[in-house]
């Protein structure tokens, strides 16, 4: 005997059957809402049953009803500390360039391009990478490809400590940055295992790991470089990627691949081991293979309708835009505080007063740049109160727009501590600008897409770090004017784009396919976040 109290009630869902109208006329629509609830055994995996209505068609499931029913729990919970030490690895490998520039060029007596060069060779590898590492996911999946980058920036960051000369340097981090390319994959596969409720929030929590690994490596630096020297600096920071690769063994692949695979079987098992972790009932039924195609990963379908061209050219600007000023923002706070001046801009001549010459970071400089990095946090924590709030496109256009405010005011003639105070906000900006587009953009693009969209925008956006060493370290040294002038303009387009996107994927469920038929914002069943479907275009609810 089953009493009211053991039924589980899950959010209401609407199925639309295609083919013929049912008995009552409802065209083949089954509103399961409107059933009575029945009791149905669904195995657990763990020995149990459980007996739950269905309040999932006892027919067929897809990824997204599964997920959604299923809920967040214990596996994301793992998955995102997983994909948290991935992301964490990588931020150290690059937060590195802003403290090990600086160090070499007085060790080996550097120009100022030689000293460019060292952070711009790693994202000349990013930019070589990163659709191949898109390309890659999409193809042999988001795991094997997570996997394969890690592998390939231990060993040549490992290799980096022993480099004898500059050019050795070069080509090694360049190396290096070949493997980071693919990193941005991880935000993929945890994006594709969230509800959409969550979704927003938790991919932007993600980016803590960000924040603490770029806090680390400066911790790290204060302590190595003072007594061991910059060899050390790079053998400490590639321990954590080699701890994420131990880690990979619970790495699970995404459920929604398989999908895009046509591989029913391995989709249903990754489904049946959320419900497992997270101590849900399964899912009844089959899973539901939707969009299916040998013919993934294509860069053309990233512009094969209006509506997809348009999202994705504004998206590889809006890319650049944030990289080109997070990494400038980064690498303009060490030469700045390098310079060891209470006024950063000459006011005669607005002339940087740091390239006359060569000077190390001290300790002070080391605690200064953790406070800037400490910045991270409050953009990551504004955004996450933002985004489910106003919409990924407010959130990306307010947050680029502030940052130019703050970026503006570092021209202006001060103290040092107003000047931290000034960087420290510019960079809480532009960080949080950064990880509401790595929200928006797995959520624009389908399945068949999704890492490849994913990966040609990251590409674009290591153009932009590629030339930010080249406004931040040479041309300030010629123009701080100019140079504050070009990241404030830079991000004042970067808003205007974000509200020129076509799409605002807060609440919308994450698609397949691309259909060149119809639009993407537009179904004739859209998922809203709570979990039911409203009808669209055709009056009805």
């Not at 609830?37 to 999932?56: A, F, Q, Y």
């Not at 948290?84 to 007085?106: H, K, N, T, V």
């Not at 501590?417 to 928006?440: D, N």
């Not at 397949?512 to 055709?538: L, P």
Request: hydrophobic residues 45%; proline residues 4%; neutral net charge.
């Amino acid at each position: 005997m089953v009493s009211k109290q053991d039924y589980v009630y899950e959010p209401v869902v609407k199925f639309r059957r295609s083919g013929s109208g049912s008995d009552d006329g409802s065209g083949g629509e089954v509103d399961m809402a409107s059933r009575q609830p029945k009791p149905r055994l669904t195995h657990m995996g763990n020995g149990s049953t459980d007996e739950v209505p269905g309040n999932i068609s006892d027919d067929h499931f897809t990824v997204d009803e599964a997920v959604e029913n299923i809920g967040f729990g214990p596996f994301q919970i793992k998955l995102s500390g997983l994909t948290g030490l991935c992301w964490m690895a990588d931020a150290m490998e690059m937060m590195i360039l802003s403290i090990l520039s600086p160090e070499l060029r007085c060790v080996w007596n550097l120009t100022r391009v030689q000293e460019a060069m060292i952070t711009t060779v790693v994202f000349i590898g990013m930019l070589i990478s990163s659709t191949l590492w898109g390309k890659i996911c999409d193809k042999y999946g988001r795991r094997v490809g997570l996997i394969a980058c890690s592998i390939w920036i231990f060993y040549y960051g490992v290799l980096s400590c022993a480099c004898p000369v500059y050019i050795w340097l070069l080509i090694l981090r360049g190396l290096v940055g070949f493997g980071i390319g693919g990193a941005p994959q991880a935000v993929t596969l945890y994006a594709e295992f969230l509800p959409a409720k969550f979704r927003g929030r938790c991919l932007v929590f993600i980016e803590t790991f960000w924040a603490i690994g770029a806090c680390f490596e400066v911790v790290i630096a204060l302590a190595v470089m003072p007594t061991l020297g910059w060899r050390y600096l790079l053998a400490f920071s590639a321990l954590p990627v080699l701890i994420f690769i131990v880690c990979c063994k619970w790495l699970p692949e995404s459920a929604r691949y398989y999908v895009a695979c046509g591989q029913q079987d391995k989709a249903q098992a990754v489904i049946k081991q959320i419900a497992v972790e997270n101590k849900k009932p399964m899912p009844l039924g089959n899973l539901k293979i939707e969009g299916a195609s040998a013919k993934r990963g294509r860069y053309k379908d990233l512009f094969k309708t209006k509506e997809v061209a348009i999202t994705s050219s504004l998206l590889l600007f809006i890319w650049f835009a944030n990289a080109f000023s997070y990494y400038g923002i980064v690498l303009l706070t060490t030469e700045l505080f390098a310079s060891g001046e209470e006024c950063a801009v000459s006011e005669s001549s607005s002339e940087l007063r740091c390239d006359a010459e060569c000077t190390t970071l001290g300790t002070k400089d080391y605690i200064d740049l953790l406070w800037t990095t400490l910045a991270e946090f409050p953009g990551i924590i504004l955004t996450i109160l933002l985004i489910d709030l106003i919409g990924r496109k407010k959130t990306m256009s307010i947050l680029f727009f502030l940052f130019a405010i703050f970026t503006l005011l570092v021209l202006l003639c001060t103290t040092r501590t107003i000047l931290t105070v000034f960087l420290f906000c510019a960079r809480a900006f532009i960080v949080g600008s950064f990880q509401a587009t790595y929200v928006y953009t797995p959520e624009v693009y389908p399945t068949s897409v999704r890492a490849i969209g994913l990966g040609a925008c990251s590409g674009l956006a290591r153009l932009g770090a590629i030339i930010a060493p080249f406004v931040s370290q040479v041309l300030l040294a010629y123009s701080a004017k100019l140079t504050i002038g070009i990241y404030a303009g830079t991000t004042i387009l970067a808003a205007i784009a974000c509200l020129c996107l076509p799409i605002e994927t807060k609440g919308r469920e994450m698609v397949n396919a691309v259909n060149s038929n119809q639009s993407q914002e537009t179904y004739n069943e859209e998922k809203t976040v709570d979990g039911n479907y409203r009808q669209m275009n055709d009056g009805t609810t």
